[in-house]
């Protein structure tokens, strides 16, 4: 996306990647938007901590991003293939990926940020894939790829075909459609004017 997007590049536009956990930027920004990403990032104290030091006084922040029930048979399934004999081993000191809150407990985690003009929503967002094949390219991508980096080489394949059988035995509907839970946490928040 990066690729991509450095052609744009022009007056006080760039772009660059970059951790956000070592975001160093300090009164720089009128905004700060976050779509479906933020659950990649495990410690959201120091995530606001950079945002908030980031922005200028009055700033905003616009976030949507995974929250508890998200994915509910991915994860299923993901933690049933995990658990079977051959691929076991792979996963003894495993660590989730996915930081996905409860949408209550997130608005006191925000609340308590020094941020002004809070709130937080949660958000049905479930989804029906076309078909089949659809269901097992969100699979592919970016979803397995945590869990296929644990496996080793010549168990990457039958792993994966374990989670694709189980994934269309659960979500596929009569009408041929795949359905999938996505839950998400909405903030939307601004810092202080003057600090």
């Known amino acids: 996306m990066i690729a991509a997007a450095l052609p744009k590049a022009c007056g006080n536009l760039r772009f660059v ?24 990032v495990k410690d959201h104290q120091r995530l606001y901590k950079n945002v908030n030091r980031a ?11 995974a929250s508890q029930g998200n994915c509910s048979h991915f994860f299923r399934v993901a933690r049933e293939a995990m658990s079977q004999t051959e691929f076991s081993a792979y996963f003894a000191d495993f660590e989730w990926p996915w930081y996905m809150p409860k949408v209550d407990e997130y608005a006191a985690l925000v609340k ?3 941020l002004s003009n809070v709130r937080v929503w949660g958000e049905n967002a479930d989804r029906f894939f076309a078909d089949s094949d ?29 989670v694709v059988s189980r ?29």
């Not at 390219?137 to 010549?154: G, K, Y």
């Open 17 to 40: 990647r970059m951790d956000i956990n070592d975001l160093s930027f300090s009164g720089e920004f009128d905004v700060a938007f976050s779509n479906a990403t933020l659950h990649w």
């Open 55 to 65: 922005l200028r006084p009055g700033g905003r922040i616009r976030f949507n991003f």
């Open 112 to 114: 308590s940020s020094g």
């Open 134 to 162: 659809a269901m097992i390219r969100w699979i592919d991508q970016p979803s397995i790829v945590p869990f296929l980096a644990c496996v080793r080489e010549e168990h990457k394949r039958e792993f994966r075909d374990y």
């Open 167 to 195: 994934m269309l035995d659960e979500t596929r509907q009569s009408d041929g459609r795949c359905f999938e839970t996505f839950r998400r946490v909405n903030v939307s928040a601004r810092k202080q004017a003057h600090e």
